[in-house]
DNA sequence: TTGAAAGCGTTACCAA
DNA sequence: TTGGTAACGCTTTCAA
């Protein structure tokens, strides 16, 4: 059953029954009435490429996920965005439309989608200090919407945490508990959120005259296998942390392994405080069951983040000349038992 | 630039153009070459909506994933298979349509996919013993591939390891290192692999005669909090565990966890049998850094799975009335420090 | 080997 | 408020 057909049968145009079903105001109430009884009756979904030709829209968003080997998809962070994200995409009517290339292949990705007009806009996850992307997709005119931001976050739509911000606070804490040898094992960082962390660390530690240890500072993929590495190297030290702040649950996981093996008791011998608890699932919510450290990035938070980007696309697609969208939030910080006052 | 322009600037018919661009063998070599030429010059790529409107094919795979709260894309399997199978799609010019819904909306997503034909196929994923889905597809009449099998894995294409037969070896080699008391943590036994898993741990047992405590044996979703707990539960009672067979890298994180805080290194006092090592890059290639276990579902093979699936998938598409694909995967079994022989 | 023209099923413009 | 008709840009059938 297509448009014609149904129009035929109910003896209108095509042109009014399109209109009765697509919510046009001008046409009388009665006759919407009995179209969207007949349609309902004979079961007519319109044709989805026959709309999309005409209207020249493809009702899709695009995502491309980078492979890196390391990151991609497994990465707990863009699975929850995505499934926030795309929840939005389905209420509207849109698809979402996944890429996962290799990362030298993400700039043609992006290039293909515009070309081919396979979507109507894109979604950008994890820039870098300085991302190549956000230029691109300027110059070829897709809408998108940054989840985090660069450097220089002016002039594109973007929703953030307050990367330095809950840096600052989580530093602060392990201060006031009395740590002074605290060591930063922070993600990769050529990412933007990367940098703002450290730097909500340093001005923390420096607000105090607390002196930063450079050899307590780290930067790395956020693996299990750094966060065992580098926390049992400095743990055999002299003079080791009594504190870690991490980046990632997966990192504090590698530390918490290192900590048990010298037999060291977290919340009480050593302290960590993990910025994310998206794996929470997987670590037991949080990096000690059952009260581990939640902050800031909790599963839902990120999904919510998704959600909100969503919204903020179709919104940029809705209305392709209105400024920029940008949001920033606030994180929570909230503690188990992973943190404790520092030894003496 | 459209066909239309590109043919009159060429003093060519649009059919001309547009057969000389895709291939079709009754055009002369001569205005093929000139065509493509041009084509190139011109910058030309045809519209796919229009495309898709003409040849009433959506190119596109829909991929549903249910949303259960526990499992979803986080599922690493769930990721690494969608990378492997993507790569394929984006290969022959498919797009990747992502579906993630609540697991009660999956059967409504399959049908909107089917009435709206916005793919031409679909993937199915971690099958349930009778999966409602396989009949619901062809039902619908939509092409798809099962990743996985049912009870009853008769009538449709599907591509699976052997789990039995893993977990058969996983346990013939633990009683050959003198273990007696093996527990296993399974997944949810209502998905087929699991139940296959169980029937493999328990036949190698019956086969040595040696007894299966019901206590030992253990199915829930695979978090670690489950392997945890259990584990804990185990390890704390008289004539414990010498050795746990484990379904999942996430839950044998919880085991060795449990074995940790009593004290118990693991490969001496305890030993770990993991199913997966599809976590490799998070913990550690494993789970006892830097040589684990690694046994059966390796990151790479379960991408390759996602390549052959998607393969067969297309290969479905291309040809409709062709029999089921039916593939059984044999894995191999390497092991690391996590593996030792039963304590005296 | 080439071309004209009829779809494909909508939406949207212009008249009535 | 309704209808006729021209797009939308391609593929495909049928003729030449």
């Given at each position: 059953?297509?448009?014609?057909?149904?129009?035929?049968?109910?003896?209108?145009?095509?042109?009014?029954?399109?209109?009765?079903?697509?919510?046009?105001?001008?046409?009388?109430?009665?006759?919407?009435?009995?179209?969207?009884?007949?349609?309902?009756?004979?079961?007519?979904?319109?044709?989805?490429?026959?709309?999309?030709?005409?209207?020249?829209?493809?009702?899709?968003?695009?995502?491309?996920?980078?492979?890196?080997g390391k990151e991609e998809l497994v990465n707990p962070i863009f699975a929850d965005f995505i499934t926030g994200a795309g929840g939005v995409y389905a209420r509207e009517g849109y698809d979402?439309?996944?890429?996962?290339?290799?990362l030298e292949g993400v700039e043609d990705a992006y290039r293909q989608m515009a070309t081919n007009a396979s979507v109507d806009g894109v979604m950008v996850q994890a820039p870098k200090l300085d991302d190549p992307r956000i230029a691109l997709l300027q110059d070829l005119e897709l809408p998108f919407v940054v989840h985090g931001r660069t450097a220089e976050p002016a002039g594109y739509s973007w929703l953030d945490v307050a990367n330095a911000r809950a840096f600052r606070r989580a530093t602060d804490l392990l201060l006031d508990l009395g740590h002074r040898r605290i060591s930063l094992l922070n993600g990769q960082e050529t990412l933007d959120f990367a940098l703002r962390r450290r730097r909500g660390f340093e001005e923390a530690m420096a607000a105090r005259g607390v002196p930063v240890n450079p050899a307590f500072m780290h930067s790395a993929a956020m693996t299990e296998q750094y966060g065992h590495r580098t926390a049992s190297a400095l743990l055999d030290q002299d003079d080791a942390p009594t504190a870690f702040l991490v980046s990632s649950i997966i990192t504090a996981i590698g530390v918490r392994r290192a900590a048990g093996e010298r037999g060291l008791r977290t919340g009480r011998d050593i302290s960590i405080i993990c910025h994310d608890d998206v794996l929470s699932y997987m670590a037991n919510d949080g990096i000690n069951a059952p009260e581990g450290p939640?902050?800031?990035?909790?599963?839902?938070?990120?999904?919510?983040?998704?959600?909100?980007?969503?919204?903020?696309l179709l919104a940029l697609i809705d209305n392709p000349s209105q400024p920029p969208l940008q949001e920033l939030w606030e994180t929570d910080l909230s503690l188990g038992r992973s943190t404790g006052p520092a030894p003496s």
């Open positions: 059953m297509n448009l014609r057909q149904l129009s035929e049968q109910l003896g209108l145009s095509q042109t009014t029954v399109s209109r009765a079903l697509n919510g046009y105001p001008e046409v009388s109430e009665a006759t919407r009435l009995r179209v969207q009884a007949a349609a309902k009756a004979a079961n007519y979904t319109p044709n989805s490429r026959a709309r999309k030709l005409a209207t020249g829209r493809s009702m899709a968003i695009g995502h491309v996920i980078p492979l890196s979402l439309l996944l890429s996962m290339v290799p939640a902050f800031t990035a909790t599963r839902s938070s990120i999904r919510a983040a998704g959600e909100r980007c969503a919204e903020m």
